[in-house]
């Protein structure tokens, strides 16, 4: 299966999903109730000189979006599998392990790195393998200009090294970002660009998170 067809079934499962289980909190996730779910699954790439980061210094950012997640939206952050990280032990191609900001991330998901990143998607085999849709972040060297980098309609976010040691809230922006979420807000909201930001949220992103698909009751 190619990019094409990837991307064109990720439109159609998120338009179903946004007109079935999602519209009570397109239209009422201000309130933020019930509580939901949020699948998370972390995976380390690993250059020549094996895993890039540790499972500990991804703990912080783990449980940042853990608290705001909870706090904010009522979404409870869990693993997909039985733990958050996960260390993906072979060589990554060059393409995946350093990619610049913006367009590259796009087109690169057209060429190596896309098929990288589509072979190890938890919860996704071509097509959706249950109804978890979680989002995946892979942990990679270096996104050139940014620490963390998400494209809408993904199932995956990238992170880079800074961005794990450097930042906790970088994680919880971009899966934020997978989750339809766009910049929005002053230097205290969680959608702030720049990492001087704060965890806070308005009601309109409640709506907006709580929709998406990754979002669920169950
Ligand atoms: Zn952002």
């Given at each position: 299966?190619?990019?094409?067809?990837?991307?064109?079934?990720?439109?159609?499962?998120?338009?179903?999903?946004?007109?079935?289980?999602?519209?009570?909190?397109?239209?009422?996730?201000?309130?933020?109730?019930?509580?939901?779910k949020l699948r998370l699954h972390v995976a380390v790439l690993s250059d020549a000189s094996g895993p890039l980061v540790?499972?500990?210094?991804?703990?912080?950012?783990?449980?940042?979006?853990?608290?705001?997640?909870?706090?904010?939206?009522?979404?409870?952050?869990?693993?997909?599998?039985?733990?958050?990280?996960?260390?993906?032990?072979?060589?990554?191609?060059?393409?995946?392990?350093?990619?610049?900001?913006?367009?590259?991330?796009?087109?690169?998901?057209?060429?190596?790195?896309?098929?990288?990143?589509?072979?190890?998607?938890?919860?996704?085999?071509?097509?959706?393998?249950?109804?978890?849709?979680?989002?995946?972040?892979?942990?990679?060297?270096?996104?050139?200009?940014?620490?963390?980098?998400?494209?809408?309609?993904?199932?995956?976010?990238?992170?880079?090294?800074?961005?794990?040691?450097?930042?906790?809230?970088?994680?919880?922006?971009?899966?934020?970002?997978?989750?339809l979420l766009w910049h929005s807000g002053t230097q205290s909201n969680l959608m702030y660009k720049?990492?001087?930001?704060?965890?806070?949220?308005?009601?309109?992103?409640?709506?907006?998170?709580?929709?998406?698909?990754?979002?669920?009751?169950?």
């Open positions: 299966m190619d990019q094409e067809c990837r991307a064109a079934v990720r439109v159609a499962v998120d338009l179903v999903s946004h007109f079935t289980f999602g519209l009570p909190d397109a239209l009422l996730g201000f309130i933020g109730w019930p509580p939901k540790t499972e500990a210094e991804l703990t912080p950012s783990i449980d940042y979006i853990k608290r705001v997640f909870k706090d904010r939206f009522n979404v409870t952050v869990v693993p997909y599998s039985k733990s958050f990280v996960q260390v993906l032990a072979e060589q990554a191609p060059n393409a995946a392990l350093e990619i610049d900001a913006g367009w590259d991330v796009y087109s690169a998901d057209f060429g190596e790195a896309g098929d990288f990143f589509a072979k190890h998607l938890a919860g996704w085999n071509v097509v959706p393998v249950g109804f978890t849709f979680p989002v995946t972040v892979y942990v990679i060297r270096d996104i050139r200009g940014k620490k963390g980098y998400a494209l809408p309609l993904f199932d995956y976010v990238l992170l880079d090294i800074d961005g794990v040691r450097l930042t906790t809230s970088t994680l919880a922006h971009e899966v934020g970002h997978a989750c720049r990492d001087t930001r704060g965890d806070g949220v308005k009601g309109f992103q409640k709506n907006v998170l709580r929709s998406s698909r990754h979002v669920l009751y169950w």
